[in-house]
């Protein structure tokens, strides 16, 4: 493997992509492996689905989400806040250590658990969303002069 020194551009960005990408999955498989989670339905797939989550709204790529990236997840979600609704999401998640950015942990933890963070519904609310379309799939029926009001 090249060194880091060598890679530029892309080949940098897609190398610490992969890196980012291995480190949540270790923490899956440790998911995987606790009893306290054993019970839970279909794990494996809201691990990979918390995962790619995740990694979508990590904007430094440092493995930590912050305001900026859960400001970003909100907008994207339809659910705009202001930098002290985003604070005090940060708080509940993270259950009050002080930190300024959610970790990959505090994430699966707070997906998995039995507390209901405002961030947690407004992630289930959009996959429920995406999952059944509003909208019929294909063109609009055809319609005469007489059908109209």
């Keep these: 493997m090249p060194s880091n020194k060598n890679l530029q551009g892309g080949k940098a960005f897609g190398l610490l992509k992969e890196q980012q990408r291995q480190k949540l999955e270790e923490i899956n498989k440790e998911y995987m492996e606790d009893q306290k ?3 839970e339905d279909d794990l ?3 691990l990979e ?3 790619n989550k995740y990694a979508e709204f990590d904007l430094t790529d440092e493995g930590e989400i912050d305001l900026m990236g859960l400001k970003r997840m909100m907008e994207k979600l339809g659910v705009p806040k202001t930098h002290l609704e985003l604070k005090k999401m ?3 998640v993270t259950g009050g250590s002080g ?3 959610i ?3 505090d994430f699966v933890k707070m997906m998995l658990g ?3 963070a405002v961030l947690k519904l407004v992630l289930i609310f959009e996959d429920k969303a995406n999952g059944s379309p509003c909208k019929p799939d294909g063109p609009p029926p055809k319609r005469d ?3 109209l009001p």
Excluded: L, P, Q, W
């Design 37 to 39: 989670y054993r019970d």
């Design 44 to 46: 494996a797939e809201k």
């Design 49 to 51: 689905g918390f995962k």
């Design 90 to 92: 940060i708080v509940e």
């Design 99 to 101: 930190s300024n950015t």
């Design 103 to 105: 970790d990959y942990r």
């Design 114 to 116: 039995k507390r209901s």
């Design 145 to 147: 002069i007489a059908s």
